[in-house]
């Protein structure tokens, strides 16, 4: 069976986002970025804009975490891809189908019952509980707003 070349796992809740995407995708040279997302595979409305923000020669499709999990393995070799998901699709991705070692965390907006990890980075207890069980299965987390920026701490994220 065929596996992607996933060169960065990235959970980020604006997804394709201007000038970000276009520094990630520069830093780790892929050809098609992977949205993974029920709700955006599920409206064709909000590809355009995304469509419109991802480097140009890099592709850009929008997956249900279900079709992620059916067909990435089916990816030909030369197809290297960052897939970029919310928090809770990461967990499903990662045990069912996906060689996923390494996730970057960009941005997690603040909301009702969410506590400031970084400036950027907010969780409540759920999100921790998902993010303890991806170090459970052995992935790698980083918190990493830019490729040129340091990492912060990931204990932040567990305070």
């Given at each position: ?46 590809w ?27 990816a ?29 965390i ?52 567990f305070?």
């Open positions: 069976m065929t596996q992607p070349k996933i060169l960065l796992a990235r959970i980020d809740d604006r997804f394709i986002y201007g000038q970000d995407v276009e520094l990630w995708n520069e830093a780790v040279g892929s050809n098609l970025v992977l949205i993974v997302n029920d709700e955006i595979a599920a409206d064709s409305r909000q355009a804009p995304m469509r419109v923000a991802a480097p140009e020669g890099v592709w850009t499709r929008f997956f249900s975490v279900q079709r992620t999990i059916d067909i990435i393995h089916t030909t070799p030369w197809v290297r891809c960052p897939p970029w998901a919310r928090l809770f699709t990461v967990p499903t991705i990662a045990s069912n189908c996906a060689p996923i070692t390494k996730i970057s960009g941005h997690m907006q603040a909301g009702e019952g969410k506590r400031p990890a970084t400036p950027a980075v907010a969780v409540d207890d759920t999100d921790v509980a998902v993010l303890r069980e991806l170090q459970k299965l052995g992935i790698e987390l980083e918190i990493r707003y830019l490729p040129s920026s340091a990492p912060d701490p990931i204990g932040n994220l305070n």
